[in-house]
């Protein structure tokens, strides 16, 4: 009768040590980080820039007005396919925020850099905008450096996910020199309204 007791109470014990499993949720899992590039595209249907510690990025007119930086990355590390792309221009000295811009974008093989991922960008729709200008702050935006901060993140599980930045100098370098002016005058302190109207 004793060992039928034992026997009772070791099993138990045992489903009583066992773990529930009945409320267990499946997280996403992510994997190594990304290789990424930050890169400048400056003209459609040619290849982004990408970009190094100080080098200039292009300020171009928005088609909604003022003076736009379209920022993109390229990656190496995860399968083509919809992505998040996160991009912000940072003050270095005091951390702010200047622009920022999210957005769902789509990875595919590069045809310029093989082993690399550059988003789709017809219609500019793939990469970021980052609406610099105009710029009504106290300090010129143009001919300072900013921190550029990227960040990717595969949309589909398991998620590839990593970020990067450089300092660039945003810059006007517009060969027509109407479009140069105004590009200047609206990404320097200041701004108001009518203030880079043709006299």
Known sequence: MRS????????????ACAPDTRFEVETDEVL????????NLVAEGKPMVVLGAGDPIQLVLATQGGQVMYVG????????????LTTRLVEPETGEVWV???????MIESVFAPGWLDPWVEG???????LACPDYSAADLI?????????LTESRAPH?????????????????????????CECSAGYYGGKCAKP
């Open 124 to 130: 500019r729709g793939g990469i970021s905008h980052l």
């Open 73 to 84: 990355a390229r990656a190496r590390g995860m399968a083509p396919g919809p992505a998040e």
């Open 160 to 184: 590839h996910a990593g970020a990067a930045s450089v300092l660039v100098t945003p810059t006007c370098s517009q060969l027509d020199a109407t479009l140069r002016a105004l590009c200047e």
């Open 32 to 39: 190594a980080p990304l290789e990424l590039l930050p890169c």
């Open 4 to 15: 039928a007791i034992v026997r009772v109470a070791t099993c138990l014990s045992l489903v």
């Open 143 to 151: 001919g300072r450096p900013f921190r550029l901060e990227i960040e």
């Open 100 to 106: 920022e811009d999210g957005r769902g974008i789509e």
